[in-house]
């Protein structure tokens, strides 16, 4: 489980990019966050800067939030470990079926998820897994006519 102070987030993201990139043992984790960094390599340069931590990434600025598009995709990927909610790593598989490309897959399901943690944030309410679900296998069947 990652750090839920959005600081000590970025450090750990930092702090496991730089371990992979020494060579040194990674913890579970630490492994999927620098796969997902590595994947990445637009945002090498931002995550390893001191600031980083600090820094705000304003929409309006037209900034893109690296840690917020890096974190994405990391949950995803333990939601389809976890499989949670009960079926996403069946869509999950279905949907990367038919795009043939993991990371296509995972932005259109980062879609998704985002929508779902835009509603939770607005209702004040916990994110509606079903809803997550449903879009992602809307998303399935729309693939093939992309």
Not at 59 to 66: D, L, M, Q, Y
Request: aromatic fraction near 6%; charge should be neutral; proline fraction near 5%.
């Amino acid at each position: 489980m990652l750090p839920s102070d959005r600081g000590r987030m970025r450090a750990f993201y930092r702090q496991s990019w730089q371990a992979f990139q020494a060579g040194e043992p990674l913890e579970p984790l630490q492994a999927l966050v620098s796969d997902v960094v590595g994947e990445h390599p637009e945002y090498h340069k931002q995550v390893l800067v001191d600031d980083a931590i600090v820094q705000e990434f304003s929409v309006a600025a037209g900034a893109t939030n690296p840690f917020l598009h890096l974190g994405m995709h990391v949950a995803l990927r333990e939601q389809v470990g976890a499989d949670r909610p009960a079926g996403i790593a069946l869509q999950y598989r279905k949907l990367l079926a038919r795009i043939g490309d993991r990371h296509e897959a995972e932005h259109q399901m980062m879609e998704c998820l985002g929508q779902v943690m835009w509603a939770a944030q607005r209702s004040g309410q916990a994110p509606d897994e079903r809803a997550f679900l449903d879009c992602v296998k809307r998303l399935r069947k729309s693939a093939g006519k992309r």
